[in-house]
């Protein structure tokens, strides 16, 4: 069974630093882009990035530039999203999802992980 | 960035009745050298994460049932739940995957029982 299984939820300080995971199975992991979507609460869906796990060649977008960091690890299947310093602003259920076609960006999401829920407050 | 817009934001339908709700990008999403437009729907219920039910903007994904369908092309887009179940409760959202990262939604359209 393809699947994307991630980390659990996590609640922190602003300022803290957290990475979470999605790792992947039943599918070769190092050949289809991976993303980061986020849900704030009560609101829509807002890609964050995408990265080949095969060399990890990343994109952002434009909001999440420099906000953020997406890497992988592809000896474990595992991609992860990073913050280095959280704002009570960051606090959402954050979802990985695969693209469907092998190699290319220009896909959709159609593997999705359960989502992880970050709370960020003092 | 290409914008994305649907409507209406929430709908209620009968039992058994038609739902349709319409998305729209505010660029095409039609890539003329293959002829396909860059556009999927997904519904999310609550609790869950999003599940893709089309891509190519018609093409039904496997498993999901063919009271299901997209139609559209170039900026304007519709995703119509022909009879309506209690299990097509959800929020729709559409997303173009055109320009790269892949890609903005919609707002979301909720849809209910009425």
């Known amino acids: 069974e393809v699947q994307l299984v991630q980390s659990g939820a996590e609640v922190k300080k602003p300022g803290e630093s957290l990475k979470i995971s999605c790792k992947g199975s039943?599918?070769?992991?190092?050949?289809?882009?991976l993303g980061w979507v986020r849900q704030m609460p009560g609101k829509g869906l807002e890609c964050m990035g995408i990265?080949?796990?095969?060399?990890?060649?990343?994109r952002y977008s434009p909001s999440f530039q420099g906000q953020v960091t997406i890497s992988a690890d592809e000896s474990i299947s595992t991609a992860y999203l990073q913050w280095s310093s959280l704002r009570a602003s960051d606090t959402a259920m954050y979802y990985c999802?695969?693209?469907?076609?092998?190699?290319?960006?220009?896909?959709?999401?159609?593997?999705w992980g359960q989502g992880t829920m970050i709370t960020v407050s003092s | 960035d290409i914008v994305m817009t649907q409507s209406p934001d929430s709908l209620a339908v009968s039992l058994g009745e038609r739902a349709t709700i319409n998305c729209k990008s505010s660029?095409?999403?039609?890539?003329?050298?293959?002829?396909?437009?860059?556009l999927a729907w997904y519904q999310q219920k609550p609790g869950q994460p999003p599940k893709m039910i089309i891509y190519?903007?018609?093409t039904r994904e496997s498993g999901v049932p063919d009271r299901f369908s997209g139609s559209g092309s170039g900026t304007d887009f519709t995703l119509t739940i022909s009879s309506l179940q209690a299990e097509d409760v959800a929020v729709y959202y559409c997303?173009?995957?055109?320009?790269?990262?892949?890609?903005?939604f919609g707002q979301g359209t909720k849809v209910e029982i009425k």
């Open positions: 660029q095409s999403v039609l890539y003329r050298s293959n002829n396909k437009n860059y």
């Open positions: 997303q173009q995957y055109y320009s790269t990262p892949p890609g903005t």
């Open positions: 990265i080949y796990p095969g060399d990890s060649d990343t």
């Open positions: 039943g599918y070769n992991f190092t050949n289809f882009w």
């Open positions: 999802a695969r693209l469907r076609l092998t190699t290319v960006t220009r896909a959709a999401f159609d593997i």
């Open positions: 190519w903007a018609s």
